[in-house]
């Protein structure tokens, strides 16, 4: 991990939420790994969440330095007040390094925060968007922008059809464009994404070319990434960054000792791990399903139940069912998905938690609720064949017959063997793309240089 050389300096700009956060803060550890100094500037409220060896954290302001977003309580408030507040806090940072033997070679800017891209022109310096979606949700996203896509899509439309993806019915859209006018703000923060994108100097996505290169190439006239993912903790894949077991992040107080501990007792992939992330927010009804099929169904489960969601839990179910399994309120991911015995991820599809199951080869069960969610869904079990997707009845939730359907077909029927087959195919495609030589290792090898041929100019 020590370089005498000095490679350039990179500050890394995530939207303050737990998925964005991560994936960023993996990427600024990769960078530090080849030589670079990487600066993770984060909201004063995350700050204190982020602990990670090697690399800078700085705080800047979103203007709501005591509680984030849930302090502003309107997203249109609070993306404008970042913006004002950030773009003013971030110029300062850029400003404090500028006089240092480490000025700032290039801002790394989340692509919910598109106005960074303006501050770090205005200092003169380089500026790369990067994507936390897959490349098939960022092609349809940038068509829409493009204006190449109508909405909104409607369930009679035929199913849409674009260059490098699947044909996608009206169920696998993301909800911003099944109901373009029940979330007006996130559809246009995702539209903001592709605002200035052409003046970047490089684009990044978290994915990778044999999971996605025809999707990213399908789109690439628009949108011209490069594919450095899967951002995952090198432990889980190419163990060349030492000591590299988590993100380095987290927004709540893990449980993982306990889970562990409870894991070692039970039998090689006998365990449901259920998970739906950190912003999901299931019914009442939702959860009490869940709560009748893991009960029905007989399975060893652990159950990640946020706590301003415990109060929805049945008492009955958390009374009776202490022997086969366990609710905790949040843990380490990976180091759950990495246990021999946990056989089965019911996850939302969010993109990270996707890439966690792809990349550690765990068989899912899609439940995909909202957003990017349900596209995902789609590739996980047409596309890639890792796992099944849930299917909701006619109000919108998915029921326990269903649910135990779907378990036990990944658990223990014959198509399970298949997709456990595939998902061992694509864990070791994932760590290929991100080892030496590896695709994804090649493109941030490239940046690299590109990086230490602007310091040597400087200089």
């Known amino acids: 991990m020590e370089h005498k050389q000095f490679k350039g300096h990179v500050i890394l700009l995530p939207y303050p939420s737990q998925g964005h956060i991560n994936p960023l803060l993996q990427f600024a550890k990769r960078l530090a790994s080849k030589g670079v100094k990487a600066t993770l500037a984060t909201t004063h409220y995350t700050f204190n969440s982020i602990c990670a060896a090697h690399i800078?954290?700085?705080?800047?302001?979103?203007?709501?330095?005591?509680?984030?977003?849930?302090?502003?309580?309107?997203?249109?408030?609070?993306?404008?007040?970042?913006?004002?507040?950030?773009?003013?806090?971030?110029?300062?940072?850029?400003?404090?390094?500028?006089d240092s033997s480490t000025s700032v070679t290039c801002v790394v800017y989340d692509s919910f925060l598109p106005w960074a891209l303006?501050?770090?022109?205005?200092?003169?310096?380089?500026?790369?968007?990067?994507?936390?979606?897959?490349?098939?949700?960022?092609?349809?996203?940038?068509?829409?922008h493009h204006g190449r896509l109508a909405l909104p899509l409607t369930p009679e439309s035929k199913p849409l059809m674009l260059p490098g993806l699947?044909?996608?019915?009206?169920?696998?859209?993301p909800t911003f464009l099944r109901f373009p006018d029940s979330y007006p703000a996130y559809l246009a923060m995702k539209l903001s994404q592709y605002s200035n994108l052409n003046e970047a100097d490089w684009v990044f996505d978290n994915t990778f070319e044999d999971l996605e290169g025809k999707e990213a190439k399908g789109v690439s006239e628009l949108w011209q990434?490069?594919?450095?993912?899967?951002?995952?903790?090198?432990?889980?894949?190419?163990?060349?960054?030492?000591?590299?077991?988590?993100?380095?992040?987290?927004?709540?107080?893990?449980?993982?000792?306990?889970?562990?501990?409870?894991?070692?007792?039970?039998?090689?992939?006998?365990?449901?791990?259920?998970?739906?992330?950190?912003?999901?927010?299931?019914t009442e009804e939702e959860t009490e399903e869940i709560a009748r099929a893991l009960e029905e169904s007989n399975l060893h489960y652990l159950w990640i139940v946020r706590e301003t969601e415990q109060k929805k839990l049945p008492k009955?179910?958390?009374?009776?069912?202490?022997?086969?399994?366990?609710?905790?309120?949040?843990?380490?991911?990976?180091?759950?998905?990495?246990?021999?015995?946990?056989?089965?991820?019911?996850?939302?599809?969010?993109?990270?938690?996707?890439?966690?199951?792809?990349?550690?080869g765990v068989p899912m069960v899609g439940v995909p609720k909202w957003a990017d969610q349900l596209t995902d869904a789609k590739f996980v079990e047409e596309i890639w064949g890792i796992g099944v997707r849930a299917k909701e009845d006619?109000?919108?939730?998915?029921?326990?017959?269903?649910?135990?359907?779907?378990?036990?077909?990944?658990?223990?029927?014959?198509?399970?063997?298949?997709?456990?087959?595939?998902?061992?195919?694509?864990?070791?495609?994932?760590?290929?793309?991100?080892?030496?030589?590896g695709s994804s290792d090649e493109c941030i090898n490239k940046f690299v240089q590109h990086l230490m041929a602007i310091v040597e100019q400087i200089n």
């Open 166 to 173: 699947p044909p996608l019915n009206f169920r696998d859209l």
């Open 394 to 437: 006619e109000e919108g939730v998915v029921r326990r017959e269903e649910l135990i359907k779907c378990l036990k077909e990944v658990m223990e029927g014959e198509r399970g063997k298949d997709i456990k087959s595939n998902a061992n195919k694509w864990k070791e495609l994932a760590k290929k793309a991100i080892s030496e030589g």
């Open 118 to 144: 303006d501050v770090a022109k205005q200092h003169g310096i380089y500026g790369a968007s990067f994507f936390t979606n897959s490349a098939a949700v960022c092609s349809i996203f940038s068509r829409i």
């Open 56 to 98: 800078g954290v700085e705080p800047i302001s979103d203007g709501f330095d005591e509680g984030g977003f849930s302090q502003a309580g309107n997203v249109d408030f609070y993306l404008k007040s970042f913006k004002e507040e950030g773009s003013r806090s971030l110029s300062q940072l850029i400003q404090k390094f500028k």
């Open 225 to 282: 990434a490069k594919l450095i993912g899967p951002m995952v903790p090198s432990a889980y894949l190419d163990e060349r960054i030492k000591g590299d077991r988590g993100y380095g992040s987290s927004l709540w107080k893990p449980l993982s000792e306990e889970c562990m501990e409870w894991l070692e007792t039970k039998p090689s992939q006998s365990v449901v791990y259920i998970s739906f992330g950190s912003m999901v927010s299931l």
């Open 316 to 360: 009955w179910f958390l009374e009776s069912n202490k022997e086969k399994g366990m609710v905790v309120t949040w843990c380490n991911q990976l180091e759950m998905l990495a246990h021999p015995a946990v056989g089965c991820f019911v996850t939302h599809c969010g993109w990270n938690s996707t890439l966690e199951g792809l990349s550690l």
